[in-house]
C-alpha cells in the first residue's frame, strides 16, 4: 500500500503528544506549513526525504513546507509540534523580521542545551496556550537559531548511513530510476539485501518510498503551473499519464487536477 499524504494546512498549531514504545508512523506526508519537532523526553528517529535522523530529548528537527517525514518511533516518549504557515508569519512580521526568524530552518536538527530545556518547555506551554503565541514563536525561533552550532554533532549508525545511500539515490534520480536493480547497482548491494534492510530500518517498501518521492515532487510541479498532468508525469519518471494518475490518487486522495484547485484555494492560509 502506497504512502498516503497528509496535506494539512496549519494556521498556527502548538500541541504536545506522548508516544508508547514501539509506536510508529506507517506512511510518509508533509505539510503545507513549516514545522517545528521539538523532543522532550524519550528517543526516536525521524525518516526525513534523504536520511534517517536520531533523536532524543532537547533535539529539534525542522521541517520547511513540502518536506516529506515521518517518525519512525522508538522508545516511549513526548515531542511537542509547532506548525505555522508563510501567511502567519507574514501578518506578524515584517519581511525582513521573517527571514531573520526562518534562518534556523537551513538546519535540519538542532540540540538544545540541557540547561535551556526547562526555558524552551516553558516557551511552548504558553505558545500552546494560544495566548500571545506569535510572540513566544519569535523567541523560539531566535533562541534555535543561536543553539544551531549544536546540529553539527548529528549522530547516525551503520545502518542508518546504509539506508541514507538509498534515501539520497533515490532523491537525487527518481525521474530516471527503471527498477530496484538499477538502485541495488549504485549502492552496491544485492536486490534482495536491499529490499529487506529498507523495510526493516524504515517500515516501507523501496517501491513504496519512490513513489512517494515523485508524487511529492509531482505535488510541487503541479503547484508551480509550469506542466500539465501528461508532463508532469513524465518530469516524475511515469512512463503514462493513467498510471500517473491512478498513483497520485492513491497517495494524495485526489486527482492531480483536484490537489492543483486545492493548493490554488489555499496559497494564501
Partial sequence: MPAVYELLNTWFCCEYTARECGWGMRDMHYHLSHELFVMMSG??????????????????????????????????????????????????????????????????????????LGYVSAILKKMESGNDEFAYLAVLLSILDVFAHNDESARTDGNQEDVNSILEFINKNYSTINGIEEIAEAVHTSKSYLCQKFKRETNMTVTEYLNSVRIKNACAMLEEGRYNVTETALNCGYSTSSYFCKMFKSIVNMTPHEYKRYTENVRDI
Avoid at 506548525?83 to 538544545?112: P, V
Fill in 43 to 116: 528517543r526516536t528517529s525521524i525518516m526525513s526525504e534523504n536520511k534517517i535522523i536520531p533523536v532524543e530529548k532537547g533535539d529539534v528537527v525542522l521541517f520547511k513546507k513540502h518536506k516529506l517525514h515521518k517518525n519512525n518511533g522508538g522508545t516511549e516518549h513526548g515531542r511537542y509540534a509547532v506548525n505555522f504557515s508563510d501567511k502567519y508569519l507574514n501578518t506578524y512580521f515584517t519581511e525582513k523580521a521573517s527571514i531573520a526568524l526562518m534562518r534556523c530552518f537551513d538546519h535540519e536538527k538542532i540540540s538544545i542545551p540541557p540547561q535551556k
